[in-house]
């Protein structure tokens, strides 16, 4: 990546393609370029996905769909963050910051 090539944009892959498989750009793009991304299935139609802004490291999360891609504001900046689902079927946001976040969809 450098800061000159641009955003690459997210990518979706179809779980069962058997041969010749290549990931396919997903639209609209994300509004500000991420990295070391997590992805987490909402319904069949949306996805919330949180990652870094790759010199900053600045957390984003954002909503996406076919149509989409809303960011969801975080309660206090976060920097480097990770997310997994948690035991009560949230995704919790932690790390780059004193608090822990939970997203309920």
């Known amino acids: 990546f450098s800061s000159t090539a641009g955003d690459p944009g997210l990518r ?3 779980l069962s393609c058997a041969s010749n498989c ?3 750009v997903w639209t609209p793009p994300l509004p500000v ?3 070391s991304a997590e992805a987490f299935t909402i319904d069949k139609a949306t996805a919330f996905v949180v990652g870094n802004e790759i ?19 975080t309660k206090v900046p976060h920097k480097n963050a990770r997310a997994t689902w948690s ?3 949230s995704i919790v946001l932690f790390g780059g910051s004193d608090l822990i976040e939970s997203f309920v969809f």
């Open 12 to 14: 979706t892959i179809d």
């Open 22 to 24: 290549a990931p396919t």
């Open 55 to 73: 010199f900053s490291g600045v957390t984003h999360a954002y909503r996406v769909t076919s149509t989409s891609a809303t960011e969801v504001p």
């Open 33 to 35: 370029p991420i990295v």
């Open 87 to 89: 035991p009560v079927a």
